[in-house]
T-cell receptor, first 117, second 112 residues
Framework: DQQVKQNSPSLSVQEGRISILNCDYT??????FLWYKKYPAEGPTFLIS?????DKNEDGRFTVFLNKSAKHLSLHIVPSQPGDSAVYFC????????????????FGQGTILTVHP | ETGVTQSPTHLIKTRGQQVTLRCSSQ?????VSWYQQALGQGPQFIFQ???????GRGNFPPRFSGLQFPNYSSELNVNALELDDSALYLC???????????FGEGSRLTVL
């Protein structure tokens, strides 16, 4: 049961253009969503997050959009740079029932982004 | 500020053996989580520790166990290793009230 899905295994984009990475989820209990970037031989690095009470969060070249009704989120990178080439993981979490703390994150399978010069 | 560090970075074991992986949390973080990442997959949650107690567990058998120490560092122990345990094991630290995890570089385990 894949609760978080990234249906595109790979994406190729020209430098300077927009990269759009997509993610779908099935569990309506998720209330917090994150994007991570991973280079080979390194651990995932946190990029940007969004709470379920928002529909957009922006940080520099990175913007995450959340459509709760469609259970879909996307990461936009504008403009794309060759250094953005990496594996991007979407992740979702939920507060532990009745508490203020977060438990596990559920990750998608990842999308390999290649930005060509 | 010191990031999350893991050791060893690579190791090779044979089926049936036991392994211990170690993790030092990022300074100030009180929660440690362990994830298994198989080739071509996203990280899968193994368990989380807070104040030296297990605070949630994923779908992994009891031969996967862990510890958290008073300084918030942590160990992952796997007994009776199987070939399918070959994976990248990621440790992540966080503050309990936030959902952002900060990962180490991982320990690459190969079981022959």
């Amino acid at each position: 049961d894949q609760q978080v899905k990234q249906n595109s295994p790979s994406l190729s984009v020209q430098e300077g253009r927009i990269s759009i990475l997509n993610c779908d989820y099935t569990n309506s209990m998720f209330d917090y969503f994150l994007w991570y970037k991973k280079y080979p031989a390194e651990g995932p690095t946190f990029l940007i997050s969004i709470s379920s009470i928002k529909d957009k969060n922006e940080d520099g070249r990175f913007t995450v959009f959340l459509n709760k009704s469609a259970k879909h989120l996307s990461l936009h990178i504008v403009p794309s740079q060759p250094g953005d080439s990496a594996v991007y993981f979407c992740a979702a979490g939920a507060k532990v029932a009745g508490g203020t703390s977060y438990g596990k994150l559920t990750f998608g399978q990842g999308t390999i982004l290649t930005v060509h010069p | 500020e010191t990031g999350v560090t893991q050791s060893p970075t690579h190791l090779i074991k044979t089926r049936g053996q036991q392994v211990t992986l170690r993790c030092s949390s990022q300074s100030g973080h009180n929660t440690v989580s362990w994830y298994q990442q198989a080739l071509g997959q996203g990280p899968q949650f193994i368990f989380q520790y807070y104040r030296e107690e297990e605070n949630g567990r994923g779908n992994f058998p009891p031969r996967f166990s862990g510890l958290q120490f008073p300084n918030y560092s942590s160990e992952l122990n796997v007994n009776a290793l199987e070939l399918d345990d070959s994976a990248l094991y990621l440790c992540a630290s966080s503050l309990r009230h936030t959902g952002e995890l900060f990962f180490g570089e991982g320990s690459r385990l190969t079981v022959l």
